[in-house]
């Protein structure tokens, strides 16, 4: 029997716009995308003229570095830490500086034993001052200014789970840099690369459109994932915001995580504040509650039948739309920070398992004789995965003989890059 797909995705606030046919099996979730322009008969104000080749997406998959600049090629085996580099790639768009390496050995580029070392890479600017990003130690330092914050700048790093390749860019506009400027790279720290010269070369084509938050035509269930923040939903000093966004979002199902204790009933008031049902109706919270330090929930406008799992920090239910039909959703915030090995990542990885465990009692018809009808329901897990440790993590959710999860990649509102782990 084909068992209906299942979709996972990773956010602060998360929106998902998802297309249910009748024949359930092969349903797929819609990438949310600016409307599509008026303009006709270019020339046209709201289309961006090309000018150089399209920026790389800092997303950690690096297919998209063909135009980037060969710096140098490092020897191994000349580390004195954990970090071994290979190799130093750059480009720019306008003030925007892009880097890729590689090293010798699979680690987490911002966390890791003290044994490791760390790793920095020098941005010597055109007025002679010295900017210096320490991985390890996620700072940022430019001469006669101190530390600066990672937003400050821009900065995007991707993967932020282990790996032997990374990538990164920084926004250099505050110090006056663009086309035709040279600054000067190097590597510091566990391995070093001696300074190698760069020439900023294309102008920074005009940012995309953000990304619109109307549902796509067609799909028939939006659901959203958001960490609120220490209960954010119902902290008074939040309320605005968060009745902002809810009402923004407008999902049929919510996956909150970082509820706390929170009961029901004050999350159950914050969503008929924010976004009553049409009908009237009250809305349905299943939530962790008393005693529970991540407190993850789900609220829906449709009933929503519990599904019994080993942790708080797993919670899922079978929401039965009735426009829809029945949808197994789960809110996860695994355990976080650590690094690979660590007995952080070992418990996120074991929170992991146990979550592709629950999915399979539920599709083996063996979870509960409540939801035997739903054994063969689309899945959709949200929440924070804190991927900040293994690559593994991804896989355990993702086997084909376990779960059949497909990663849904979320991008930022008002760019395609992923979102950075900055954890200060």
């Known amino acids: 029997m084909r068992r209906a797909a299942a979709t996972m995705v990773t956010a602060a606030l998360a929106l998902g716009a998802l297309s249910l046919p009748a024949c359930r099996s092969d349903w797929q979730a819609t990438p949310l995308r600016p409307p599509p322009s008026s303009c006709t008969a270019p020339p046209c104000d709201d289309i961006p003229l090309p000018s150089g080749p399209a920026a790389p997406v800092i997303d950690g998959s690096f297919h998209d570095w063909s135009q980037s600049t060969s710096l140098v090629l490092d020897r191994t085996g000349d580390a004195t830490g954990a970090f071994d580099v290979t190799d130093l790639h750059a480009t720019s768009r306008g003030a925007q500086l892009f880097v890729h390496f590689h090293t010798t050995s699979v680690l987490n580029l911002s966390s890791g034993p003290i044994d490791d070392g760390t790793l920095k890479l020098n941005v010597k600017l055109p007025d002679g001052r010295l900017l210096s990003l320490d991985f390890r130690a996620r700072a940022i330092t430019v001469t006669n200014e101190g530390t600066l914050s990672g937003y400050a700048l821009g900065y995007v790093v991707s993967p932020t789970h282990a790996g032997n390749a990374f990538e990164l860019k920084l926004d250099l506009s505050p110090y006056g840099v663009g086309p035709g400027d040279t600054v000067w790279l190097s590597l510091q720290g566990s391995d070093e690369v001696a300074p190698q010269p760069f020439t900023f070369e294309f102008e920074r084509p005009p940012p995309p459109p953000p990304l619109n938050t109307r549902r796509p035509s067609g799909s028939n269930l939006r659901v959203a994932s958001f960490n609120t923040l220490h209960a954010g939903i119902t902290d008074i000093t939040r309320r605005d915001a968060m009745q902002r966004l809810l009402s923004a ?176």
């Not at 809305?283 to 799992?309: C, D, E, Q, Y």
């Not at 899922?316 to 789960?330: D, E, I, N, R, S």
Request: glycine letters at 8%.
């Open 249 to 424: 979002a407008n999902a049929d199902i919510y996956l909150l995580q970082e509820m706390g204790s929170t009961a029901a009933a004050p999350v159950r008031a914050a969503f008929a504040a924010a976004a009553a049902p049409q009908d009237g109706a009250s809305w349905h919270v299943l939530i962790a509650g008393a005693g529970s330090i991540v407190g993850n929930a789900v609220v829906s406008r449709s009933h929503i039948i519990p599904i019994a799992t080993p942790t708080p920090r797993l919670i899922g239910g079978v929401v039965l739309l009735p426009k829809v039909g029945p949808v197994a959703v789960f809110s996860v915030h695994l355990k976080c920070c650590g690094y690979i090995g660590s007995d952080e990542d070992n418990k996120r990885l074991q929170q992991a398992a146990q979550l592709a465990h629950v999915i399979n009692k539920l599709r083996a018809g063996t979870a509960a004789e409540a939801l035997l009808p739903y054994a063969d329901v689309p899945v959709v897990v949200a929440g924070d995965f804190n991927d900040v440790g293994s690559p593994q993590l991804r896989q355990v959710l993702q086997a084909p003989d376990a779960t059949m999860l497909q990663r849904l990649p979320l991008l930022h509102l008002t760019s395609t890059d992923v979102f950075t782990w900055y954890q200060r």
